[in-house]
C-alpha cells in the first residue's frame, strides 16, 4: 500500500507542473475520472497497441491538459471445462497445469484481475500512463490460485509519452508496455487469441512512431536479455537485460474504400523472439542465439458493423529446444514456431446503452513437425458480447482447444526418463466461460 500511494503522489506532482504559456499557468490541475479511455487502455484482449489508443486520445482532447485521471477495471468469470486427458486442460485464459485442474472437469467461479490506472497530463504534448495489476489467474507465480505467490500486485505497464499528432506526425514513447509487433488482437469478449499468447511482446523499450496518410509506422529499441513477453537476445550468452540489443519494427496503411469500408494491412519484423532456448525449454531462459520473427495481418471494417481480420506470425530459424535429444522424442526434429489467427465480430444494434456483438475466431500455435506430441494447440472460441455504457461488457463464450503444449518443458525435460513429454497433440478440452468486465 505504501508503494501505491507514493506512485500516486509522484504522478499528481507531475501532472500538476505549471506550463510554459500563460493560457497553461491559469489553469489550475484537475483530478477525476475518464471512464471510456480507461476503459480502451486497460481492456484485455481486443485492442492491445495501448500506446497508439493514448497517442490517439491526446491528440482527440480526450486527456485535458494538466489533468490526472484515475481509473479502475476489474474481471469476474465463471467458468466449466471437460478434458479427454487427466489434468490436461489447454485453455489459456488461466494457466493449464495440474496446480489448477484436476481430473478430467474442471470449473471456477473466480475473480480473474482487477487493475488501477493513472493517466496524467502537463499540457498538450506530454502525457504518462501507469497500470497495477492483479492476476492470480494467469500470474507467473508458483502453486495453486490461492496461493501467495500467485497473489500480488506488479506495475504491468509504466508508459511516458511526447507527442500529439494535431501538431506533429512523430510521437515517442519510452517505458514497459506492449511494444508493437504483429496484429494480436482478439475479437472475443474475454479470450485472449494464440497469437497474442505466441507472439504477443511486453518489455521494457523506447518507440518513435509516425502516423498520417493513413499510414502507421514505427521503430522499438528493445532492452536485451529475456523480457516480460515474447522477445529474448541474448547478452553475453546470459538473459541479463543489461543491454538494448533487441528491436521491432511494424508498419501497415489503412484505406478508405468508402466512408464505412476500410480495409489495415500491415507487417511487422522481431529481431529476437523468445522462440532461441536450447532443450530442455523453460520461460525466460538464455540463448545462444537470437531467432528471428515477422508478421504481416489484415482487417477489414464494413459499416462499424462488422470486423474481419487475419494474421499470421512465424520464427526465421528453428527453435533449438524443440528437439528433445532422447529415444523416442529424437525422432522429431527441431521445428520453427508459427501462428495463425482467423476472427470476425458483427455488432448487432448501434443504438442504446447496451450495443450486442457476436463474434467467432480460430487461432493456433504451431511448434513441432507433423505427429510429433508438441507439433500444434489450437483454439475457436464462439463469444456473445452485451457492451454497456462503452466502459464495461457482460459476455459468454463457448471454446474448444485441441492439443496441449505449455510452453515450459515443452519438448520434454521436466520427468524421471527424458525421453517423455507432458505434450500431447491428440488432447482436447470444451467449455464455457461466462463474465463481467467492469471499468470506471
Not at 462488422?306 to 529424437?330: D, H, I, M, R
Request: net charge neutral.
Amino acid at each position: 500500500m505504501r508503494k501505491i500511494i507514493t506512485f500516486l503522489f509522484l504522478v499528481l506532482c507531475f501532472s500538476s507542473i505549471h506550463g510554459q504559456d500563460t493560457k497553461e499557468i491559469s489553469e489550475s490541475p484537475t483530478i477525476g475520472l475518464n471512464s471510456e479511455l480507461t476503459y480502451r487502455m486497460m481492456e484485455p484482449n481486443q485492442n492491445l497497441r495501448k500506446l497508439e489508443i493514448l497517442i490517439d486520445a491526446k491528440s482527440n482532447d480526450e486527456i485535458p491538459k494538466k489533468s490526472l485521471a484515475l481509473g479502475f477495471s476489474i474481471i469476474g468469470i465463471a467458468d466449466y471445462q471437460r478434458s479427454n486427458r487427466n489434468s490436461k486442460f489447454a485453455y489459456l485464459m488461466r494457466h493449464p497445469t495440474s496446480n489448477n485442474a484436476i481430473g478430467e472437469t474442471a470449473s471456477e467461479v473466480v475473480l480473474h484481475s482487477a487493475q488501477v490506472s493513472l493517466v496524467g497530463s502537463l499540457n498538450n504534448w506530454m502525457t504518462t500512463y501507469g497500470e497495477l495489476l492483479y492476476s492470480p489467474e494467469q500470474s507467473f507465480g508458483t502453486g495453486t490460485i490461492t496461493s501467495l505467490a500467485r497473489n500480488q500486485i506488479e506495475f504491468r505497464k509504466g508508459i511516458i509519452l511526447l507527442g500529439n499528432l494535431n501538431e506533429f506526425p512523430i510521437y515517442v514513447g519510452l517505458g514497459k508496455m506492449d511494444l508493437p509487433f504483429g496484429q494480436t488482437r482478439s475479437v472475443s469478449p474475454f479470450t485472449n487469441s494464440s497469437m497474442w499468447h505466441a507472439f504477443g511482446v511486453l518489455g521494457y523499450g523506447g518507440v518513435v512512431g509516425f502516423k498520417k496518410y493513413g499510414i502507421s509506422a514505427s521503430v522499438t529499441a528493445i532492452q536485451g536479455g529475456a523480457q516480460f513477453r515474447s522477445a529474448n537476445t541474448s547478452v553475453d550468452s546470459t538473459n541479463v537485460p543489461s543491454r538494448i540489443n533487441n528491436f521491432a519494427g511494424d508498419i501497415n496503411y489503412t484505406l478508405a474504400f468508402t466512408e464505412n469500408i476500410s480495409l489495415r494491412a500491415g507487417a511487422s519484423y522481431l529481431k529476437g523472439s523468445a522462440y532461441c532456448q536450447a532443450w530442455p525449454v523453460m520461460h525466460f531462459m538464455p540463448c545462444s542465439e537470437n531467432n528471428p520473427a515477422y508478421s504481416f495481418y489484415g482487417e477489414l471494417t464494413i459499416k462499424d458493423h462488422l470486423l474481419l481480420q487475419a494474421s499470421y506470425a512465424k520464427t526465421l530459424e528453428t527453435w533449438p529446444g524443440t528437439f528433445n535429444p532422447n529415444p523416442p522424442l529424437n525422432q522429431f526434429a527441431a521445428s520453427k514456431v508459427s501462428s495463425l489467427n482467423l476472427g470476425a465480430r458483427y455488432q448487432i444494434n448501434q443504438m442504446g446503452k447496451i450495443v450486442y456483438a457476436v463474434s467467432g475466431e480460430f487461432s493456433n500455435f504451431r511448434a513441432g513437425p507433423e505427429n510429433s506430441p508438441w507439433e500444434r494447440q489450437s483454439q475457436i472460441v464462439v463469444g456473445l458480447n452485451a457492451q454497456v455504457e462503452k466502459t464495461s461488457r457482460i459476455f459468454v463464450e463457448l471454446f474448444k482447444t485441441v492439443g496441449y503444449e505449455p510452453l515450459n518443458f515443452i519438448s520434454g525435460g521436466n520427468f524421471e526418463n527424458p525421453g517423455e513429454t507432458h505434450s500431447d497433440r491428440d488432447a482436447r478440452s470444451k467449455g464455457i466461460v461466462a463474465g463481467v468486465l467492469f471499468s470506471i
